[in-house]
């Protein structure tokens, strides 16, 4: 069964100091990775996606993610936090093998960021 | 432009009451969905709407009822609901209902509470 796991609820950092927020999959198939973003009483933002080639992927506002197939992962990484990051943080997955469209959303991790 | 609207961004609703949430899209998306999110939780799949007809329910009780007038539009209609249908609820398009890589747009929200 495909699955997502996002193993902390809460990540804390200091503005300035990179920041990792961690995702790991369980799919069948080729999968297909999503990070979304969530700010208090707005709804999911995108920030970037894994569909294949380069297993390094940069999105919006600075962020990136890097896929790992031997460790079934996909980390979303900045290298310098604001403040303004601090947010609910979703990883999603898609199962190549799957048919339908289906995302299948981990449980989301908090981020907070201070000054 | 990948925007998604959603209207009303609040309502309160009795159990009696009858209402309507609306979703607009203009992205050409021929895919359209109905979430549902509490409050620190990840989304919940309700409806999904492929080439406006209902492909996908998951099991959503018959006082949610979903419509979708034509592509661009998306409704879900509630009636008799309870209190613990209270909820953040969301629709996302996306360019198809079968596209593994393709990416869901989601809107604001609207914030439903019932007493």
């Known amino acids: 069964a495909q699955s997502v796991a996002q193993p902390e609820d809460q990540v804390n950092v200091a503005e300035g100091n990179p920041l990792t927020v961690k995702c790991t999959y369980s799919?069948?198939?080729?999968?297909?990775l999503f990070w979304y973003v969530q700010y208090p009483n707005r709804g999911l933002q995108f920030l970037l996606k894994?569909?294949?080639?380069?297993?390094l992927v940069k999105g919006s506002y600075g962020f990136e993610a890097e896929f790992n197939k031997s460790q079934t992962s996909f980390h979303l990484k900045k290298p310098s936090a604001l403040v303004s990051d601090s947010a609910l943080y979703f990883c999603?997955?898609?199962?190549?093998?799957?048919?339908?469209?289906?995302?299948?959303f981990g449980k989301g991790t908090t981020l907070s960021v201070s000054s | 432009d990948t925007e998604v609207t959603q209207t009303p961004k609040h309502l309160v609703m009795g159990m009696t009451n009858k209402k309507s949430l609306k979703c607009e899209q203009h992205?050409?998306?021929?895919?359209m969905y109905w979430y549902k999110q509490k409050a620190k939780k990840p989304p919940e799949l309700m409806f999904v709407?492929?080439?406006?007809?209902?492909?996908i329910n998951e099991s959503v009780p018959s006082r949610f009822s979903p419509e979708c007038p034509n592509s661009s539009l998306l409704n879900l209609h509630l009636h008799a609901l309870q209190p613990e249908d209270s909820a953040l609820y969301l629709c996302?398009?996306?360019?198809?209902?079968?596209?593994?890589?393709?990416?869901?747009?989601f809107g604001p929200g609207t914030r439903l509470t019932v007493l």
């Open positions: 996302a398009s996306s360019l198809s209902a079968g596209g593994h890589t393709d990416t869901q747009y």
């Open positions: 799919v069948s198939g080729n999968p297909y």
């Open positions: 894994y569909i294949t080639g380069d297993n």
């Open positions: 999603a997955v898609r199962d190549g093998n799957q048919a339908g469209t289906a995302l299948i």
């Open positions: 992205m050409g998306h021929r895919a």
């Open positions: 709407y492929s080439y406006e007809k209902l492909s």
